[in-house]
Each structure stands twice: as structure tokens, then as C-alpha cells.
């Protein structure tokens, strides 16, 4: 089986920053590309950004592009996003995702995605 895990979510001040941390299971997780999507109540579930099997292509929501950073470590299946300059509208559940099967054009849709992670809870106020 495969499974995700989040970490590093919490709470932080506008203009902060926070790191997340998603690991899975399993070295065929290695084989499909990453991503973060996140979600606020009454709100739809978003693209934060994608990463490749070997991060060799991104893909960032508008509203993230320039503060957000996506990466990965293949050896280890881990993936991280760094957030900097969050603003209160970043607050949302933040789910780590893995798509083994979808080509590269339909990172965007989180229907493509066929494992979750549970979620950390992201939340910038003052």
C-alpha cells in the first residue's frame, strides 16, 4: 500500500513562513509526481503545486506563484513546500497527493490524484 503523511503545518503571522513535509510509503510512490492541494471551508479544493517524479517540471496555482516553493527528495519519497510571505487567504487544509497513473498535463485536477494524505491545518491571522 501506499500512503501519505503530512507535517508542518500551523500557525503563523502574515508575512510568516512554515515548511511543509509530506512523506510516503513505499518506493513505487517514487513513480508518480507530487503535489500539494489545499482547501478552506465552503471553499473547492485548489492546486498549491505539482512537482515530477524527479522535479524536473513544476506547476504552481496562480495565487501561490513567486512565494511558494515545491520540491523533492526521490531517495527519501518525501516532498516539501516552502511557504513565505503567506498572506490570511493562504489558511486552508493543506493535502499532500500522488498521481501514479495521469500524464503530466492534468497535474492541475485533483481528480487525477489517486492517493491523499489527511491533511495539516495551515492557518495565517494576526
Known amino acids: 500500500q501506499v500512503q501519505l503523511v503530512e507535517s508542518g503545518g500551523g500557525l503563523v503571522q502574515p508575512g510568516g513562513a512554515l515548511n511543509l513535509t509530506c512523506v510516503a510509503s513505499?518506493?513505487?510512490?517514487?513513480?508518480?509526481?507530487m503535489g500539494w492541494f489545499r482547501q478552506a471551508p465552503g471553499k473547492e479544493r485548489e492546486l498549491v503545486a505539482v512537482?515530477?517524479?524527479?522535479?524536473?517540471?513544476?506547476l504552481y496555482g496562480d495565487s501561490v506563484k513567486g512565494r511558494f516553493t515545491i520540491s523533492r527528495d526521490f531517495a527519501k519519497d518525501a516532498m516539501y513546500l516552502q511557504m513565505d510571505s503567506l498572506r490570511p487567504e493562504d489558511t486552508a487544509v493543506y493535502y499532500c497527493?500522488?498521481?501514479?497513473?495521469?500524464?503530466?498535463?492534468?497535474?492541475?485536477?485533483?481528480?487525477?490524484?489517486?492517493?491523499w494524505g489527511e491533511g495539516t491545518q495551515v492557518t495565517v491571522t494576526s
Open positions: 513505499g518506493r513505487t510512490a517514487s513513480e508518480g509526481k
Open positions: 497527493a500522488l498521481d501514479l497513473n495521469d500524464p503530466w498535463a492534468q497535474s492541475h485536477l485533483a481528480a487525477a490524484y489517486e492517493v
Open positions: 512537482i515530477s517524479v524527479r522535479g524536473a517540471l513544476t
